[in-house]
Every structure is written in C-alpha cells, then in structure tokens.
C-alpha cells in the first residue's frame, strides 16, 4: 500500500518521488531565476546611463556571464525538468518515474555545481567574465584564475541533465499506460521525450569543451591555443555543436506546455497533433547541422557559409507550421482568457517575433551587421525569455491549482501578466534598435548616441523585474492560502490524464495504470 | 478649432516644427533615436542594407497577415460571445499549404542573400592592403608595403568614464590615432588577433570581422565619401572590451598621398629619436603617459594591478632590484607566453618602451634609480 511522505528535512533529502523532486526542481530554479534576474538589473542599473557609475567593467563582465549561464543552466532547464518530473507520470498513467533514486542524484547534485559557480563570485580574481559562451582564448589563457571552479560547475551540471534525460526517455518509453501508443502521447511528453534525446546527444560535447579548457589551462595543452598549434576557432565549433541543440532544449518542452494550455482555453483539440509531432522531430534534427551560424564572421570558406545560411533558413519550415497549427487551433475555438491563455497567446507573438529576427539572422551577409550587437541580444530574449520564461509561467499557472489543490488570485495573476507583457517589451524591443544602429553586446559603457534607447530599455527592466515578484507572492499565496479546488478537472477545456485524478494530486497516483482507448 | 484640439495640435506638432528649423538638431535628434541600421557608405553596406530591408519587409507581411487571423480569432471566437467550439483537429491540404509556401518564400529570400554575401565576399583586385591587429585593448594599423604602422587607441579619460568631468561629443568614439584611408579605392583589410578574439566593426562600412590569434581574416571596403567613419569591438575581449574603438578617416586620394609622406617622415624621425640619450625626468614623463595609455588597463594607473588577475608592478621583484632589468625588459619587449602580457616589441616604439620601463622602476614607491635608454631596448631587440 501506497505510503504518504516521509516527515522533516529527510523528506525532501532524500525523496525518490517524481512530485517532490519536480517541486525541489522548480523551486530550485524559481530561486536561480531570481539570482539571474539581480543581475540583470545590476547590468540594466549600469546601463542606465552612458558612463561608469555603479560597477567596474571587469565586475560588469561577470554580471553578464553569470546572467547568461544561471538563466540558461540554473533557470530555465531545472524549471523544465521539474515540470517534466511533476507531469509526465501523471500524463503517460505511471506510478513515478522509472529511475527515482538518479531522479534523486540528478537535482541533489544541482546545488552544489551553482555554489561552485557562484562561490567565484567572492574569490580572488572574480567570477567568470567570459561571457556565457566562453570563448577560448579569453576563457583559457587569459581567464581569472577561478576558471577551474566554472568548469568544474559546468560539468556537474552536464552530469545532473544527462541522468535526468536518461531518467525522461526510459520512463516514456517504458512506463506508459497501455493503449497509450507514442502517437497519443500528449505533446509535453513528445517534446520532453525528444528534448531528452537532444540533451544526451550534445551535453558531453559541452563536457568535452570544458574538459579540453582544462587541459589547456592546466596541463599544457594547446587545443584552443594557436600558438602551439591549436586552434581558437575549433572552440566555437564545439561550443556551437553544443550551444545550437542548446537553444531547442529549452524551446522545444516550452512549444508542448503551448500546445497544452491553447487547446484548453479555446476548447478545442490540438489541430495538426501529428504534424505537431513531425515538426518538433525535423526542429531537433535541423539543430545539430546549423551550428556555425553563430559564427558567420569567423572567416568561413564561402561555401561553408552558404550552406549555413540554407539549412538555418530551413528551420522557419517546421517552426511556422507549429504557430500555423497553434492558430488553428484557437481558430473557432471559444475562447476564454485566464492567465496561463494570455501568457500562451503572448509566447506565440513574442516567439514569432523572435522567429523573424531569427531568420533575419540567418541571411549571412546581414548578419555581418547584425553579429554580437544588441539586435542578437533582442532576438535572444525575445526567443528565450518570451519562449521559456512566457510558457514556465503560463505552466506554474496552469498546474498550480493541480499541484496544490488551491486555485490562484486571478486577476493577480493578470495583472502580472500585462506588467510583464509591456515590461518585457519595453525592455527588449528598442534594444533592436540599439543593434542596428550599432551598439555591440556585453558593452560595459556606450557612446552618446544610445544613451536614450538604453535608458528606457532599464526601465523595462525594472518593470519586468517587479512583475515576477507579485508572480512569487501569488505563488506562495495560492499554495498557503488560496480558494481551496477539489474537481479532478481545473479548468473546463482541460484534457489528458493529469486531469483524471483527485486534487490535489495525492502523493502517489496511478498504483494501477489507467486504460488509455 | 476647439481650444482643447488647438492645445493638442500645438503638443503635437509644436516640436517637430521647431525642429525642422534647426537641422543640424534633428540630425542629432535622428541619430538618438534611429531605430534601422544606416545604408553606409559603401556599396556593401548598401548591398547589406538593401538584403535587411528586403527579409524584413517579408517578415512583415508574413507577420501581420499571421497576427490578423489570430487576433480575428480572439476577438470573434471569444466564449464570453457566446462562441461555440468547432471540432475540427486536422486539414491535410492546409498544412501541405503552409508547409510549402514558406519553403518557396525561404527560396526567393535565398538568391538576393546568396548575391549580397557573395558581395560581402569578393576581396579580389584591392588596391592596398591595410593589416589589423586586435589587442587587448586597442588596434594596430599595418600599411602594409609602405612601412606605416601605429596603435590606435581609446583617448577617452577616465574623469568622463566615471562622471568626474563632462562627456564630450564623441565620448568613447575618439581614439590617439585614426585609420586614415582613401576615397574611392578598394581596400582590403586582413584582420587577425594578438591576444583574444576581437571584432573589427565599422557600421557605415558594412564591414564586422573577427580577430583571431593564428588566423588572418580578409574583409574590404570601397568608401566614396570621405569623412569620419566610428566603429567598435564587436567580440567580448575581457574588460576593455567597450573602449577600444575604431576611427576611420576617408580622405581625398591626393590628400592622402600627402598625409601617407608626412606619416613616413614621422617613421624616420622617431627612428633617430631612439639613438638619443634622455635625463630621467624626461624618461619619467614621458614614461607616465605611455604607461597610463598601454599599461594601465591592466596593471592599474597606481601600480597595483588586480588581484587574481593581473599582477601588481608596485613593489614586485622584477621592478624593484636595482641594475637588474634584463627580465623587465624581455616581458615588456616579448611579452609572456600564455598570460594576458602582450609583446610590446613591436607596438611601441624604442622611446616609449624604454620611458616605460624607467618609469615602472621609479614610481609608486619603486626606486631603483635605473635609468633604461632607447638605445638599449633597440640593442635588446637586434641582439635577440
């Protein structure tokens, strides 16, 4: 008989339940989310105005790395794994996941490689201040001496991804409900599923980077070094091989949320399910051979760059049908507008716009102006921070009332909604502007003439800073106080397994398997 | 005119009328505010500009045409009008539709990009060779066949940086010496890197390149007017990565063959400077100033460097023995292999090294007393 859990501090410690580690993962990254977001207002403070005025440019480059890799690491993939570990039991009809003490391993170890990373922060020397993507030779030779710390960090990390991707791909593949086929999978565990794929297939290139970082740095080697006879060029490939899947990582689980919350609040089911499927599959595929279209001006042969330039524009293919079926579906639907609807409506425009800018930079002989300026740093946030933090939150938002039995302040929740929706906004568009018109990324300090753009860009910033502040006070408000929900379904369009049981979700659910017709 | 729409009128258009008068203002005011990258002034800035305008206007299409039957479906298919869901979940013909008409787009966005960049790519029959080299953090300037070379770096100072002294116009866009260049010649550019990777990016040139260490990149420009072309450092190269801009001066072609003499006369004048012999006070000033434009990035203007990541000068062993600057003067001349010290053998002159090196051994409390002459640091560089 199903037991409930374990009393005190050893029940988070040392849980092997797919619930309690999903809720360690989110509130892990809700706290990572946080730490990123201060720092993108210190950086957002600085460049508030033309001049030095609150921090060094040494201490600024530490800002924006730190920002780039807690967002991306710390942030975005744990709240995605943690919402994979809450959801795709109860969405495939499994009792837990299929390896729970790894599930335990994989978020335990999180901790300590985000304290190895920050701890640098206080050392002798600084944080990492190579920007997220660490670039060789600025990372090696010429890093701060805690570099040893980052990649050591970066490997723990790549270590916990990889255990919670083979933990996803063997429950999906083997815990299934019966009659639940791959092709009446919902689409959050088909996304997952091949996420989980990509994940195994590039976090070892990524270790590998990192490994090689250390050999040059500590025991003579030269990969990275042209001076004995390496090559700084040959970073980047593998950083890209790494870093373009990278980017699908954290979109493709955010298209399944999506393609969840639209189809209930327009009441209608999912359009082009199959076509859904074989898009996020070609998506997958297209990210292991667009890589170098991060590095157009490295000084490819022509026809390399070609052959970048067609293969990336390829990617809008599968990508326009996925918003094309979103639209579908919410065509002649009936429409309602609670909070995770609005916050799923804003991802489709948002993302579509940094769709386009995408393919504006996917055209090679554009991008030589458009390389590492501010139009780079738009287009990323409006694909990462509209794409990922847009559908997380429109997610907690969804599930929250399953999760912990009490339904959420509604018209809180939209009110956050619209001061993030105009403060992101505020904050990213004119940073296109500021692209064109020529102002470089990861800039301590800017000339004149972007001094206006930049200022309303920071208070943007700060307007989207304080809207996830009433997003955690609503949070923490539903969960210890909010209208308490009992009705297995939440909300009426709802569909899927998730929604057949009681809430909140008992501790251990689907002992049996349900019957999927 | 209600008084009420007379105010507003006046709101409205009562600065963009007063601002039409001044138009060296809305220059500027434009200049603030742009929002699109400028047309340049070459030909494939324009050619780049014409590729940008073109996949934006298609995405603009694309993207209105997709948001209006979204919005239309929010509006009309809202459940508080009463709207009924349909059930339909699949229409093969419309996905084959727009699975096809975005790859047919894709293709005619493909061959005005496949000309532009083949533009981007042509640096065939050049007139004249320039070499950059990025450091960290300024550029050297190579006329190549012409025995012209110089450091160009930020002239900005510190007092505007940190808000002790008022910016000036071209806050963070001045540099010590800029690319001086013809009209209406074809140049090519061969950039590579000394240090880290840099960018060179000049945006009415239409020209970004990396610069790489081991790598010699080609890029080139064609420039019909001349003027006063700003760029920056497009890759992030450590700290100074913002204050290491570009500065390019177009100039008539005779005006430049003249400017391209004195420069050469210049050369030879400071070859001789480095047989002279200095007093220690005029080795000490000019000492300080080369110091605080090539050192003092990274050892800091009082010596002291960064902790943890460059080391101090102030009261180091190599600074501070008395008649022993042999090793002082083989890590400023060759640098140190795999750190952040550059060779500044071949960056600054014989003059410039030796005020360096005496003024590091005599200031912030060192007091050596050594007093380094031109004539040895070129001595040091012959004999090696």
């Not at chain 1, 570099?147 to 083979?166: D, E, R, W």
């Not at chain 1, 929740?413 to 502007?433: A, C, E, R």
């Not at chain 2, 100039?251 to 063959?257: A, V």
Request: net charge negative; proline share 5%.
């Amino acid at each position: 008989m199903a037991h409930g859990p374990a009393k005190g501090i050893g029940r988070w410690l040392f849980t092997t339940n797919h619930k309690d580690i999903g809720t360690l993962y989110l509130w892990f990254s809700f706290a990572m989310f946080l730490l990123g977001g201060t720092f993108a207002m210190v950086i957002r403070a600085e460049l508030f105005q033309p001049g030095m005025q609150l921090i060094k440019p040494e201490f600024f480059n530490q800002m924006t790395t730190m920002h780039g890799l807690v967002m991306v690491f710390g942030a975005i993939m744990p709240a995605f794994v943690g919402l994979a570990n809450w959801l795709i039991p109860m969405m495939i009809g499994a009792p837990d996941m299929a390896l729970p003490r790894m599930n335990n391993l994989s978020f335990w170890i999180l901790p300590f490689g985000f304290s190895l990373l920050a701890s640098t922060l206080f050392m002798e020397g600084g944080g990492p201040n190579f920007g997220w993507t660490f670039y060789a030779p600025l990372s090696t030779t010429y890093a701060p001496s805690t570099v040893n710390y980052f990649i050591f960090g970066m490997h723990i990390i790549g270590a916990s991804s990889i255990m919670g991707s083979i933990n996803i791909i063997a429950t999906v593949l083997n815990m299934r409900a019966p009659g639940m086929t791959l092709m009446k999978m919902p689409m959050f565990v088909w996304t997952w599923l091949i996420t989980a794929f990509l994940l195994i297939a590039v976090m070892p290139v990524l270790a590998g980077a990192v490994t090689m970082m250390l050999m040059d740095i500590n025991f003579g080697t030269s990969f990275f070094d042209a001076a004995g006879g390496g090559d700084p060029v040959l970073f980047q490939h593998v950083f890209w091989f790494f870093g373009h899947p990278e980017v699908y990582i954290i979109v493709l689980p955010a298209f399944g949320v999506i393609s969840h919350i639209i189809p209930t609040f327009s009441r209608k089911p999912l359009f082009g399910y199959s076509s859904m499927v074989y898009a996020t599959a070609s998506i997958a595929f297209l990210s292991f051979i667009v890589w170098a279209h991060h590095m157009f001006l490295v000084g490819m042969p022509i026809g390399g760059e070609l052959y970048f330039m067609y293969a990336t524009m390829l990617i809008a293919v599968p990508t326009a049908a996925k918003v094309f079926n979103w639209i579908s579906t919410m065509f002649r639907g009936s429409i309602s507008y609670e909070t995770p609807m609005l916050f799923a409506i804003a991802f489709v425009v948002l993302f579509t716009i940094g769709g386009f800018t995408g393919l504006m930079l996917a055209i090679a002989a554009a991008d030589v102006q458009y390389h590492d300026s501010y139009f780079v740093v738009a287009h990323f946030h409006y694909v990462m921070v509209a794409g990922a933090v847009f559908s997380g939150t429109a997610a907690v938002y969804y599930w929250l009332p399953k999760w912990c039995g009490r339904m959420y302040n509604e018209t809180m929740g939209k009110v956050q909604f619209w001061i993030s929706f105009i403060g992101f906004n505020i904050t990213f568009f004119p940073q296109h502007f500021l692209g064109l018109a020529g102002m470089p990324r990861r800039y301590a300090d800017y000339a004149l003439q972007f001094s206006d753009w930049n200022m309303i860009s920071s208070i943007g910033a700060f307007i989207y800073g304080a809207s996830q502040l009433l997003f955690i006070f609503n949070v923490i408000r539903t969960i210890r106080s909010g209208t308490p929900v009992s009705e297995p379904k939440t909300w009426e369009g709802a569909e899927g397994l998730e929604w057949t049981v009681a809430t909140p979700a008992p501790y251990h659910t689907f002992a049996t398997p349900p019957e999927v017709k | 005119m209600s008084r009420r729409a007379s105010m507003l009128f006046a709101l409205v258009f009562a600065p963009a009328i007063s601002l039409a008068f001044m138009s060296k203002a809305v220059a500027e005011e434009a200049q603030r505010w742009a929002v699109n990258m400028p047309k340049g002034a070459t030909p494939v800035s324009n050619a780049i500009y014409d590729i940008h305008m073109i996949i934006f206007w298609i995405c603009v299409v694309i993207g209105v045409g997709v948001f209006a039957v979204m919005f239309y479906s929010m509006f009309a298919h809202r459940k508080s009008k009463g709207a009924v869901a349909a059930n339909f979940h699949e229409n093969t013909t419309a996905e084959i539709v727009w699975t096809v008409i975005p790859a047919l787009l894709l293709i005619v966005m493909a061959v005005p990009a496949t000309t532009a960049l083949l533009d981007v790519y042509d640096t065939t029959e050049a007139e004249m060779d320039i070499k950059i080299t990025g450091y960290q953090w300024k550029w050297q300037y190579e006329y190549l066949g012409e025995d012209v070379a110089f450091v160009s770096e930020l002239t900005t100072p510190e007092e505007e940086i940190y808000n002790t002294a008022p910016k000036s116009q071209y806050y963070l866009q001045e540099v010590s010496q800029a690319l001086v260049l013809p009209a209406k010649t074809k140049v090519r550019f061969l950039i590579t890197g000394k240090d880290v990777i840099h960018s060179w990016w000049v945006v009415d040139l239409g020209v970004k390149k990396d610069a790489i260490p081991g790598v010699v990149n080609e890029a080139w420009a064609y420039i019909e007017e001349p003027g006063i072309y700003r760029g920056e450092c497009a890759e992030l190269c450590g700290k100074g990565h913002a204050f290491m801009p570009i500065v390019v001066n177009v100039l008539e072609k005779e005006e430049y063959n003249a400017w391209l003499a004195k420069k050469k006369e210049e050369v030879a004048a400071e070859r001789d400077l480095a047989k002279k012999t200095f007093t220690l006070d005029e080795l000490m000033a000019q000492g300080e100033a080369a110091y605080n434009r090539s050192c003092a990035a990274c050892h800091a203007g009082n010596g002291e460097g960064i902790p943890g990541v460059f080391p101090a000068l102030k009261g180091s062993a190599m600074a501070t023995t008395t008649g022993d600057y042999a090793a002082h003067l083989d890590i400023v001349v060759n640098g140190k292999a795999g750190t952040a010290m550059q060779a500044f053998g071949g960056q600054l002159s014989e003059v410039d090294i030796a005020a360096i090196i005496t003024y590091e051994r005599n200031a912030w409390g060192n007091s050596t007393g050594d007093l380094v002459q031109p004539l040895d640091v070129l001595k040091f560089k012959q004999g090696q």
